[in-house]
């Protein structure tokens, strides 16, 4: 069965997909034919990235640190598209700097967004899903689950959250028929990423994150780094002594604190703490 055969004519459903990858992954979605339903914090840009999109496609009101906004999200899609065959969390934020300099507002938000989003979106949709027989659930994580980042500790510390809720959620529902998918990207060329660098890895696109996603509901995987070698080399280095695992990591993954263009983040950085998505 081909990628558009898999998603031909599934209804599924975009968290934080007005803009960046998950505006990507829409779009890429409903070229092979999916009902697309865009979920975000802003609903103009969601409304407006929906009508740009081919095919059926809608947007919608979504605050994913909300359980009740994301329940009538679900809701709103299931009375106008149908039950949600296939949902995509891509709502992120992230603040970059010394640990120690980080406001408190900005990790709040961070850990509402990144790690109380996806546990809300799993709560309300899975059941559903289960109870069917089928579903899928992909959220967008970062290579920061496995990865030790320096300027990027409470981002890092949602994003192995993310990773290590899924996991023990995967285990409660092996063989329900709904299929639980991590895509762990390296930096993306988006908002989110502005200011920082990428190390030894290459700038992605959104684009390339998006393939990631339609690849894993044509072959479900649980786990998904992108580039692919990523998670080939976490498990290799992951098996050496601390102190050679230490010398390679710091010439492989990058160093934001000493890195990061702060003047390029500031006006982010600012929504953050006054409470807006990236």
Known sequence: MSTVERIRGRVIAVAGGANGIGRETAALLARAGAHIAIGD?????AQHAAAELAGIARGYDLDVTSSESFAAFAASVESDLGPIDVLVNSAGVMWVGPFDAEPDAAARRQLDVNLLGVIHSVKLVAPKMRARGSGQIVTIASAASLLPTPGEATYAASKHGVLGYLKAVRT????????????????????????TSTGSAAMLQPIDVARAVAKVIQRPRFQVTVPAYVGVAHRVV???????????????????????DRKARSSYEEGITRGRDG
């Open 41 to 45: 914090y802003d609903a103009a840009a």
């Open 172 to 195: 409660e529902l092996r063989g329900s028929g709904v299929n639980l998918s991590v895509i762990m990207p390296t930096v993306v060329d988006t908002a989110l990423a502005a200011g």
């Open 238 to 260: 992951d098996l050496l002594p601390q102190r050679l695992q230490d010398l390679i990591l710091a010439r492989l993954v990058p160093d934001q604190v000493a890195s990061v």
